[in-house]
């Protein structure tokens, strides 16, 4: 079974400053997609960044970015420049490729941006 | 122009009630999931379908059940609900290529189900 972990239940960061959270994964499969969503307290699912397995080139979206170590099953999330409006519940979640109903997420992190 | 979009927002509702939430997309997507996301944040899988299949999360109580008019809606229909099914309900669409699974899945806004 594929299970996803976030180590990191709330997190904080200066505006302006970096911050990363972590996510790591646990499958048998070698054909995925790691995903980053970002849940503000509006409550809606907003996807901020995918990584496809194959690919070993990290994903970059603006300011974030992520870092794909498939070797050691980890995929965290880099937020540079924080904003305000970046606060929320970050959700790492991982999506089978050969599957597309397993789809899995993790517990997610808060994180806090300090003006 | 919402992609996905979910009615009601919020419902609140008795024990023992029957109750649906509504679904569609406007995305053109063959493939439809809801999720429930409990007050600890924990977002589960309940139901993945397209036109072809429908995936039961073994999980969920038979009490859930999907009901798809048409490829741009997917209704969740529950009956005698419980307490226990108090959470946010989120539907997501996706669209799925010749038995591939696409990687991005597009999130309604969820609705806030409060059994009393």
């Known amino acids: 079974a594929q299970t996803v972990t976030q180590s990191q239940p709330e997190m904080s960061v200066q505006e302006a400053e970096t911050v990363t959270l972590s996510c790591t994964y646990d499958?048998?499969?070698?054909?995925?997609?790691l995903f980053w969503y970002k849940q503000p307290p509006s409550r809606q699912m907003i996807l901020v960044i995918r990584?496809?397995?194959?690919?070993?080139q990290n994903a970059t979206e603006n300011r974030f970015s992520v870092n794909f170590q498939k070797a050691a099953k980890s995929f965290s999330l880099k937020i540079s420049d924080s904003q305000l409006g970046d606060a929320a519940m970050y959700f790492c979640?991982?999506?089978?490729?050969?599957?597309?109903?397993?789809?899995?997420f993790g517990s997610g992190t808060k994180l806090n941006v300090k003006p | 122009d919402t992609a996905v979009s979910q009615t009601p927002k919020y419902l609140v509702t008795q024990m023992g009630n029957d109750k649906s939430i509504k679904c569609e997309q406007n995305l053109g997507h063959d493939t439809m999931y809801w999720y429930k996301q409990d007050s600890k944040k924990f977002l589960k899988i309940m139901f993945s379908y397209n036109n072809k299949e429908l995936i039961i999360n073994e999980t969920v109580p038979n009490r859930f059940s999907p009901k798809s008019p048409d490829k741009a809606h997917l209704n969740l229909h529950i009956n005698s609900l419980e307490l226990g099914d108090s959470a946010v309900y989120f539907c997501?669409?996706?669209?799925?290529?010749?038995?591939?699974?696409?990687?991005?899945?597009?999130f309604g806004p969820g609705t806030r189900l409060t059994v009393l």
């Open positions: 997501a669409s996706s669209h799925l290529l010749a038995g591939q699974s696409t990687d991005t899945q597009y």
């Open positions: 499958t048998s499969e070698s054909d995925y997609y």
């Open positions: 990584q496809e397995a194959y690919k070993q």
């Open positions: 979640a991982y999506r089978s490729g050969a599957h597309f109903n397993k789809f899995y």
